[in-house]
């Protein structure tokens, strides 16, 4: 949910960095450090402004709570930007090492026939081909209780796909827990997160752990809601976060598609007109490819028998976050009970390896939002409790050995929510 304004003023995203290509067309952030900057809400113009002085620097704005925003510096300003004589601590030493930690996207092993994949899966990343092997080799283990799906194709004729689950109540016969993940291209943690809950509720329910989930919910579980992006990211630009969409008369590419759901897609404040911002909202409501056929679909799974749970899995930044994003006075009906809810995932999520979360509405947590997911499923497909969870890390890139930790943390959350909401 965070996003890299990859921009020279915080006045104008018009003109973006170039950054240095590698090896293979592959974008070089060799050298580049990841900068935390402290201020407050009334303090960050001021810091751009100053930070805007410096020509490769990169400004990474986002879910920071008012406390700090990053910038990604390249090794020779790196004097200048201590000479500016802001309150900067280093996170990173070198994002092009970070990145190199995430290891090689290793191949998918099929494995033997009705089999369900080796937990092994997620000890590395892997290519978008290979997620949806794993897809269809987590069905052809679950058969009788599974299917895959498609939702509708993307801008670059891509199937946006996933997987459905039910238990002993047969095919949409309960409500439904809805799971998105990697809205943002560079987000790789929460494709790796909703498949571990995916494996978990498949590979428990024989043995009886997960089958009361499944008896009691249809789970619809989509890992990567932009195929388009994730390619780019993992062939070309790592950081990249929106789709690839091309517009007649605009240079720049891609549309942040978590602005551009039709839910005060309009407000001011909440994300950026200028096409070659990353968090560019489109030209009209709901005008990516995306976005139309999630929100016919979600609006379909919604009137069979209603969505109890919808999480948008993002990274990084640990929070729990509720409606609304568009505005910071106005409060969903439910927000006591979702508040409540969402701090009881907090303390469970802490006791694996005492990760602390924050909960709270979108725009007061972390800033305002317009045009998400959340906000348009909450208010327009009547789900009853809509979020978005930004998972660990202290960038977007997270070495490999953080998956398993990510994903049993977060599994324990669900876990322990799930009977809550039968």
């Known amino acids: 949910m965070k996003y890299l304004n990859i921009a020279l003023s915080a006045a104008s995203l018009a003109s973006a960095v170039v ?51 990053d910038f990604a510096v390249p090794a020779h300003e790196f004097d200048a930007f201590n000479a500016l004589g802001l309150n900067a601590t280093v996170v990173e030493e070198d994002l092009g090492a970070a990145i190199a930690a995430e290891g090689p996207l290793v191949p998918f092993e099929a494995p033997e026939a009705a089999a369900l994949p080796s937990a092994t899966w997620f000890n590395a990343y892997h290519s978008y081909a290979d997620h949806l092997s794993f897809l269809k080799s987590v069905q052809a283990a679950f058969p009788s209780n599974s299917e895959i799906f498609t939702v509708g194709q993307t801008y670059e004729k891509r199937d946006i796909t996933g997987i459905h689950l039910w238990g002993s109540g047969g095919k949409d016969s309960k409500p439904v827990v809805y799971y998105h993940a990697t809205v943002h291209a560079r987000e790789w943690i929460a494709t790796m997160v909703a498949e571990y809950l995916l494996y978990q509720l498949v590979s428990g329910y024989s043995n ?26 993992q062939q070309s630009t790592r950081l990249w976060r929106k789709n690839r969409q091309v517009r007649s008369g605009i240079s720049a590419v891609g549309t942040d598609i978590n602005r551009n759901w039709p839910n005060h897609w309009d407000t001011p404040g909440g994300a950026s007109t200028t096409p070659s911002a990353e968090d560019y909202k489109g030209e009209a409501a709901c005008d990516t490819p995306e976005c139309k056929v999630l929100t016919t679909f979600s609006n379909k799974i ?11 899995f993002h990274s990084y930044a640990k929070d729990i976050l509720l409606p609304y994003g568009y505005s910071c006075s106005a409060r969903v009906a439910n927000l006591a009970a979702q508040q409540s809810l969402a701090n009881s995932m907090k303390t469970t999520i802490a006791q694996a390896y005492g990760t602390q979360f924050t909960a709270g509405p979108i725009c007061s947590t972390i800033y305002q939002a317009t045009g998400g997911s959340t906000d348009y499923l909450t208010d327009t497909t009547k789900v009853t409790y809509a979020w978005a969870i930004e998972l660990r890390g202290t960038s977007f890139v997270l070495p490999a050995d953080q998956i398993v930790p990510s994903g049993i943390e977060i599994w324990n959350g669900v876990k322990a929510i799930l009977p809550k909401l039968v």
């Open 19 to 69: 950054l240095p290509e590698a090896d293979a067309g592959k974008v070089n952030y060799d050298g580049y450090k990841l900068v935390h900057v402290e201020t407050s809400d009334d303090g960050r113009s001021s810091i751009f402004s100053t930070a805007s002085t410096l020509a490769d620097t990169i400004t990474l704005q986002g879910c920071d709570h008012g406390e700090h925003v």
């Open 208 to 233: 009886g752990t997960t089958s009361t989930f499944l008896d009691n919910f249809d789970f619809y579980i989509i890992p990567v809601v932009n195929p388009d992006g994730f390619v780019y990211s």
């Open 302 to 312: 919604a009137a069979k028998n209603g969505i109890r749970w919808y999480i948008d």
